[in-house]
């Protein structure tokens, strides 16, 4: 039984001011709970799951699923069409900014769209890029949105905020590469084992500040008439052709 008190904190994660004050998010669906309880078995709180869920997943041995009719999920979830499960889930403690060194990492200039965050991650997690520096004004990685376009990326991919300028400047020895409209043709650019990738603005692009810092301009080509690229297609087209 699902009392109306927690079924409201629940709810409540859906925004970001909760979740700040709780270090608490939500996740949900089959895929991406079961396999943050896999990979993070310490970082899951509380459980929410129908029966069917509950048989299947009997494997996962975690002590804190608590049964719930399909009636009391849809008042936790967030979905249109919720899911089968609902976890709640400690954030993850990303307050060290990473190591670049030796690696792929992208890096995102204030992209917005909660969808296209969580596309992006996925895509890293896809190409092996294992790390994403955002600008602070990028949508927050634990926005329920974020989480379900990952579709379980979140627990591979490591999402780290930061002041980008003051951040880049701090990064020596190491080569910045900005995605443009107008750089260096990608198809013929080596394939590359350490740098940054940054990806800008969905349309603002990437700011003056930051370009200012990057070593080199590159472009994916152009054959056709639209103006520009949804930046999550962008990154994939990118890390295609230059990661090896």
Not at 13 to 25: I, N, P, S, T, V
Not at 164 to 181: E, H, S
């Amino acid at each position: 039984m699902l009392g109306k008190q927690k079924a409201k904190y629940i709810q409540s994660l859906g925004q970001k001011k909760q979740r700040d004050a709780e270090g608490l998010f939500i996740a949900e669906g089959p895929k991406i709970v079961s396999e943050l309880i896999q990979t993070f078995p310490q970082y899951i709180q509380e459980v929410y799951a129908v029966k069917e869920w509950i048989k299947e997943n009997d494997h996962l041995h975690t002590r804190v699923v608590t049964e719930v009719t399909d009636n009391e999920l849809e008042k936790i979830s967030q979905l249109k069409t919720p899911n089968q499960v609902v976890a709640v889930v400690k954030k993850f403690d990303k307050s060290e900014l990473p190591d670049v060194k030796g690696k792929i990492s992208l890096v995102l200039d204030t992209i917005q769209d909660p969808g296209n965050l969580g596309t992006i991650i996925r895509i890293a997690d896809w190409f092996g890029v294992d790390q994403i520096i955002c600008s602070n004004d990028s949508a927050d990685v634990y926005n329920p949105k974020v989480v379900q376009a990952t579709m379980g990326s979140i627990a591979r991919v490591n999402i780290f905020y930061a002041d980008l300028p003051v951040w880049l400047r701090q990064q020596k020895d190491i080569r910045m590469y900005a995605a443009m409209l107008e750089g260096s043709d990608i198809t013929k650019m080596d394939p590359i084992k350490e740098g940054l990738i940054i990806i800008g603005n969905e349309s603002k692009g990437i700011s003056e500040e930051i370009i200012e810092l990057v070593n080199e301009k590159i472009a994916i080509p152009k054959k056709g008439k639209a103006e520009s690229l949804n930046a999550a297609v962008a990154v994939g087209i990118v890390l295609a052709q230059i990661s090896t």
